[in-house]
C-alpha cells in the first residue's frame, strides 16, 4: 500500500524474523523487497546515489521510499531472484592472501594492501583460473569494478568495502551486483580514503600530489579517458533532484535538499578542475618530446 510517498509496510508482508530490524525481507505482489531503515535525510541519499547511477549507465538497484512500524527508510527489489551463486569481493581476496602466505599475520598483512587495482585483477586471475573463459570473466569483473569505483567517486561514497561488492556467477558468466548503499555518500574527505583502491602499488604518489590527479597520471589512458566520459555525462544537480521528486510525488525537504547540492556541486567542480589539469600536463608532455 502506498500512503503519500511512503509505500507502507505490514506484518502480513514480511518474510524474514527481525534478528536485524535495520534489514529486514518483505514480499509485494510476489516478489521479494529488502526494507532498510533509515532516517530521511539518508533515504534520499539511496534515491540520489542510485539517478547518478541511471545516468551513468551503471548498474544499480532502484530504491522507494518506505516506513514500517512508523520507521521511515527504503525498500529495494531483490536483485538475485533466481538464487544464483553470489559472495563478496572479500571471500576471493582472502582467497588469494591464503594462497600467497601461509602464515597467518602474513595473510592479514596482505590483506590489509590487497585493496587496489593491480592486486584485484591478480587475486580475480587466481580465483578464476581454471575457467575456460578466465580472460573474458576477468575483463568483465574489471569494467564492473571500475564503473563501480568511479560511481563511488563521484558520490563520496567512503563505505564499499570487501562485503559491499558483491558478486554474481552464473558459472559461464560472472559479474558484479548491481550498486547498492549509497546512504554514505558526501563524504568530502574522499580521496583520502580512496588513496589505496586509486593508486596502483608500484607506484606511490608523491605525497604533494593530489591524488586522483596522480592516479591518472600513472594509469592506462583507457582510464583517464573513460574517467572523462564519466565526467561529462554525469547529471546536473537540479536534474537529480528532478527526477527524485518526480519518482517520490513529493518535494524534498529543504533542509536536505541543501545538503545534497553543497556536496555534490564541490565534486562537480572538483572533477572537471581535475580533467583539465591532466589536459595541461599532457600537452606539456607531448610538448617535451
Known amino acids: 500500500m502506498k500512503e503519500s510517498k511512503y509505500i507502507i509496510l505490514d506484518n502480513e508482508m514480511k518474510i524474514t524474523e527481525e534478528e536485524n530490524y535495520r534489514y529486514i525481507w518483505f514480499k509485494i505482489n510476489d516478489e521479494k523487497y529488502m526494507f532498510k531503515s533509515l532516517k530521511l535525510q539518508d533515504c534520499y541519499k539511496e534515491l ?5 547511477a541511471k545516468k551513468l549507465k551503471i548498474p ?5 521510499l518506505a516506513k514500517y512500524h512508523n520507521e521511515t527508510g527504503v525498500i529495494t527489489k531483490n536483485y538475485n531472484p533466481y538464487n544464483y551463486l553470489e559472495y563478496p569481493l572479500f571471500k576471493i581476496l582472502n582467497n588469494y ?16 594492501k590487497s585493496y587496489n587495482l593491480e592486486k584485484i585483477w591478480e587475486a580475480f586471475s587466481i580465483y578464476y583460473q581454471e575457467r575456460k ?5 576477468i575483463a568483465n569483473l574489471m569494467k564492473n569494478l571500475i564503473d563501480t569505483f568511479f560511481l563511488q ?7 564499499l568495502h570487501y562485503y559491499n561488492i558483491s558478486i554474481i556467477d552464473k558459472e559461464d558468466e560472472v559479474f558484479l551486483a548491481p550498486n547498492f548503499d549509497y546512504d554514505n555518500i ?3 574527505d574522499i580521496l583520502n580514503f580512496w588513496n589505496d583502491f586509486l593508486l596502483q602499488v608500484t ?3 608523491d605525497i604533494n600530489e593530489d591524488i586522483l590527479l596522480t592516479f591518472l597520471a600513472i594509469s592506462d589512458s583507457s582510464y583517464t579517458d573513460y574517467f572523462k566520459i564519466l565526467v561529462n555525462k554525469l547529471p546536473t544537480y537540479e536534474e537529480i533532484i528532478n527526477n527524485i521528486e518526480i519518482k517520490t510525488g513529493d518535494i524534498i525537504p529543504h533542509k536536505i535538499k541543501m545538503n545534497l547540492m553543497k556536496n555534490y556541486k564541490i565534486y562537480l567542480e572538483y572533477y572537471k578542475t581535475i580533467l583539465e589539469e591532466q589536459e595541461v ?9
Do not use: W
Open 48 to 52: 540520489f546515489g542510485e539517478e547518478v
Open 60 to 64: 544499480t538497484v532502484s530504491y522507494e
Open 97 to 112: 592472501c591464503i594462497k600467497k602466505h601461509k602464515n597467518e599475520e602474513k595473510q592479514i598483512e596482505e590483506m590489509a
Open 133 to 137: 573463459n578466465k580472460k573474458q570473466i
Open 153 to 159: 567517486l563521484f558520490l563520496g561514497n567512503n563505505d
Open 186 to 188: 558526501g563524504n568530502l
Open 203 to 205: 607506484y606511490p604518489p
Open 281 to 289: 600536463r599532457q600537452l606539456k608532455l607531448y610538448s617535451s618530446k
